[in-house]
Nanobody
Framework: QVQLVESGGGLVQAGGSLRLSCAASGRTFSSYAMGWFRQAPGKVREFVAA????????YCVDSVKGRFTISRDNTKNTVYLQMSSLKPEDTAVYYCAAVWSPRGVTIRTDDYDYWGQGTQVTVSS
């Protein structure tokens, strides 16, 4: 069982930055690939970024490439999403998720086993 708690969301002006954190419980954090997803009002949850269990593989959706960076610290059981050059269209609830994975990453929502409760990010124009 893995419990995930996101933090770091808030209100920011367009062009600003935020860093989201996701703290995981359990001793096997390094066995899980991690992902960030987001869901805007009235829209389906969408993939944002993922990182392999060792951190050697990362992948971001095209709309955030060059602006968002995913990273992890397995000594702290934490995954991060550094967001810069934020746009109003980045406004959403951001969720972190975990999937047991020997290697690689996945962008499929259904592949993930554990989810956090989400943190709101609001970007004003």
């Amino acid at each position: 069982q893995v419990q995930l708690v996101e933090s770091g969301g808030g209100l920011v002006q367009a062009g600003g930055s935020l860093r989201l954190s996701c703290a995981a419980s359990g001793r096997t954090f390094s066995s899980y690939a991690m992902g960030w997803f987001r869901q805007a009002p009235g829209k389906v949850r969408e993939f944002v970024a993922a990182i392999s269990r060792s951190g050697d593989i990362t992948y971001c959706v095209d709309s955030v490439k060059g602006r968002f960076t995913i990273s992890r610290d397995n000594t702290k059981n934490t995954v991060y999403l550094q967001m810069s050059s934020l746009k109003p269209e980045d406004t959403a609830v951001y969720y972190c998720a975990a999937v047991w994975s020997p290697r690689g990453v996945t962008i499929r929502t259904d592949d993930y086993d554990y989810w956090g409760q989400g943190t709101q990010v609001t970007v004003s124009s």
